[in-house]
């Protein structure tokens, strides 16, 4: 599995956005009322980050070679792979975050209430973001030295 590009990250940060905002001006053009994010969705949001960081501890200890430290290499598959849903997933809801935040920053009137549940709701998610893309670095496994010295350079898969 190859580390998660930034490229896609991007891409998909401005896709939410994009999407956000014009759900929210079509919302608003057909009389419904718009969308706003509740502030429990960024307490989530970063306690699935800190779960997701503390559930690749174990497997950084064993990819630093700590004497003692075992972890079931179907554990962390399934760490890596959840780690790397969660930096996409923080991605696409930061994007969306910040598109609601922008909608509601371009109104005359500015709804402060919902600002701050946009605001609170974009940090959310890209602190979800942050902690994928640690939990991620974490679940490299560095080079063997056999590794680097037939190659001369590091072998750029993680788990």
Do not use: N
């Not at 501890?57 to 290499?73: F, L, N, T």
């Not at 792979?81 to 009137?109: D, E, N, Q, T």
């Not at 940090?123 to 942050?130: F, K, R, S, T």
Request: net charge positive; hydrophobic share 55%; with cysteine.
């Amino acid at each position: 599995m190859t580390r998660t590009s930034y490229v896609h990250l991007l891409v998909l940060a401005v896709l939410g956005a994009a999407v956000l905002w014009f759900v929210e001006v079509a919302l608003l053009a057909s009389g419904r009322s718009v969308i706003t994010p509740p502030f429990t969705l960024a307490v989530a949001l970063v306690l699935i980050g800190v779960i997701v960081v503390a559930m690749a501890w174990p497997i950084r200890r064993v990819a630093r070679r700590d004497h003692g430290a075992r972890v079931d290499p179907f554990y962390a598959t399934r760490v890596v792979m959840l780690a790397k849903a969660s930096a996409l997933s923080g991605a696409l809801l930061g994007g969306g975050g910040l598109g609601i935040l922008g909608y509601f920053l371009s109104r005359p009137v500015l709804p402060v209430g919902s600002v701050s549940a946009a605001i609170a709701t974009a940090v959310g998610a890209i602190l979800l973001l942050a902690g994928g893309l640690v939990a991620e670095h974490w679940c490299t496994i560095p080079p063997d030295d056999d590794e680097t010295k037939r190659t001369g350079t590091p072998d750029p898969q993680g788990l």
